[in-house]
């Protein structure tokens, strides 16, 4: 469904519980949402205006989407004082036998502000995309029923549709 150069790019969080979200016609192919739009949070860095006007225009053709651009963390320019305190690299190194960059770092505590976002607010769920996906299927068109399925649980959940 999209395709993105460093990590997820594309997913669904939960907060709480989903339950009949979306209706289907018999072949199961037409989406109707029957629900308000779905919160769509948009990791952007406040530098990146091309990459914030080009998700506005890919977006905005979908009305069932409701945007909202957070700012981006950029950790590449973190002192080692500052990076001490935002992350833990012990920890990380610990769990994948590795070091990771400024700029990795900076995505993780991008995605975490989307994750407090969510948590903080009365949304069942939220879309999380970061600012240079591409999506190479028209979202209209998609069979949303498997994505219902699994989110319509008593318990916190995140899909992810896509990333290598």
Not at 45 to 54: C, D, F, G, Q
Not at 97 to 115: D, M, N, Q, R
Not at 155 to 161: T, V
């Amino acid at each position: 469904m999209s395709y993105h150069n460093s990590g997820i790019a594309f997913y669904i969080l939960s907060n709480k519980t989903l339950y009949s979200i979306f209706n289907f016609d018999s072949d199961r192919r037409q989406i109707k949402l029957d629900m308000n739009p779905i919160t769509t949070y948009v990791i952007n860095l406040a530098k990146s205006t091309a990459r914030k006007e080009y998700m506005q225009e890919l977006l905005d053709k979908y009305d069932f989407l409701e945007q909202e651009f957070v700012a981006a963390v950029d950790g590449r320019v973190f002192s080692p004082e500052e990076r001490a305190k935002a992350f833990d690299d012990k920890t990380c190194y610990k769990r994948y036998g590795h070091g990771v960059k400024g700029g990795e770092v900076g995505c993780t505590l991008s995605h975490f502000k989307c994750y407090n976002k969510l948590a903080q607010s009365n949304e069942k769920f939220a879309l999380i995309l970061e600012d240079d996906i591409t999506i190479i299927r028209n979202l209209n068109t998609l069979d949303w029923s498997k994505v219902a399925e699994f989110m319509s649980v008593d318990e916190p959940r995140i899909m992810f549709i896509s990333g290598d």
